[in-house]
C-alpha cells in the first residue's frame, strides 16, 4: 500500500476519534434525573456530573448527590473519569471538581441541603465568603464532608 492511501485512510480514522472524545458533560437542565436522588436538575448553580471511563455520563442535582453516589459504590472511585461542578457565580458553567474552590453554609440553599457551593476561584470563593459565610473547602475537604 502507498503513503498516499495509508494518509487517506488514517486522516478520516483520527478525525472519528477525535469528533468521538468526550469533551464534558452536557446537562439537560428541567429534564435530567439525578442519578442519586430522582429530582430533576433544575439549578444552574448546583448541578453536577461525573463521566466514568467508559464514557458513560450521569447528572446530578448537586454536589451533595454526586459524591454519596460514588461512595456509596453504585460506580466505583477508579472508574469516574471525570467530577465536574457548576461554577456558583457563572450558573450553568462546569468546573472541574478537583480544582474548584468550595463554600459550605446554610446561606448556599442547594436542592437537597448539602449547602455547599462551588466556584472556578478562590478569590470568587472568598468574595461569597465575605458576602454570605460559611467554611472554605479545598475538592478533598468537600469530598469528605458530604460523604458523612
Same mark, same amino acid.
Given at each position: 500500500?502507498?503513503?498516499?492511501?495509508?494518509?487517506?485512510?488514517?486522516?478520516?480514522?483520527?478525525?472519528?476519534?477525535?469528533?468521538?472524545?468526550?469533551?464534558?458533560?452536557?446537562?439537560?437542565?428541567?429534564?435530567?434525573?439525578?442519578?442519586?436522588?430522582?429530582?430533576?436538575?433544575?439549578?444552574?448553580?448546583?448541578?453536577? @456530573?461525573?463521566?466514568?471511563?467508559?464514557?458513560?455520563?450521569?447528572?446530578?442535582?448537586?454536589?451533595?448527590?454526586?459524591?454519596?453516589?460514588?461512595?456509596?459504590?453504585?460506580?466505583?472511585?477508579?472508574?469516574?473519569?471525570?467530577?465536574?461542578?457548576?461554577?456558583?457565580?457563572?450558573?450553568?458553567?462546569?468546573?472541574?471538581?478537583?480544582?474548584?474552590?468550595?463554600?459550605?453554609?446554610? @446561606?448556599?440553599?442547594?436542592?437537597?441541603?448539602?449547602?455547599?457551593? @462551588?466556584?472556578?476561584?478562590?478569590?470568587?470563593?472568598?468574595?461569597?465568603?465575605?458576602?454570605?459565610?460559611?467554611?472554605?473547602?479545598?475538592?478533598?475537604? @468537600?469530598?469528605?464532608?458530604?460523604?458523612?
Amino acid at each position: 500500500m502507498n503513503r498516499y492511501v495509508q494518509l487517506g485512510l488514517t486522516v478520516p480514522l483520527l478525525m472519528t476519534l477525535v469528533a468521538c472524545a468526550q469533551n464534558g458533560p452536557t446537562i439537560d437542565y428541567g429534564k435530567a434525573e439525578c442519578a442519586h436522588c430522582r429530582m430533576n436538575v433544575m439549578d444552574k448553580r448546583f448541578a453536577s @456530573a461525573i463521566i466514568t471511563n467508559g464514557g458513560r455520563q450521569y447528572v446530578f442535582d448537586g454536589v451533595e448527590c454526586m459524591v454519596p453516589f460514588v461512595a456509596g459504590g453504585a460506580v466505583a472511585n477508579v472508574e469516574v473519569a471525570g467530577w465536574y461542578v457548576c461554577d456558583h457565580a457563572h450558573p450553568g458553567t462546569l468546573l472541574n471538581a478537583a480544582t474548584a474552590a468550595y463554600v459550605h453554609g446554610p @446561606a448556599y440553599r442547594s436542592p437537597m441541603r448539602g449547602d455547599m457551593a @462551588a466556584f472556578a476561584s478562590t478569590a470568587e470563593r472568598d468574595q461569597a465568603l465575605g458576602r454570605d459565610g460559611g467554611e472554605a473547602l479545598d475538592w478533598e475537604h @468537600a469530598k469528605l464532608l458530604l460523604q458523612k
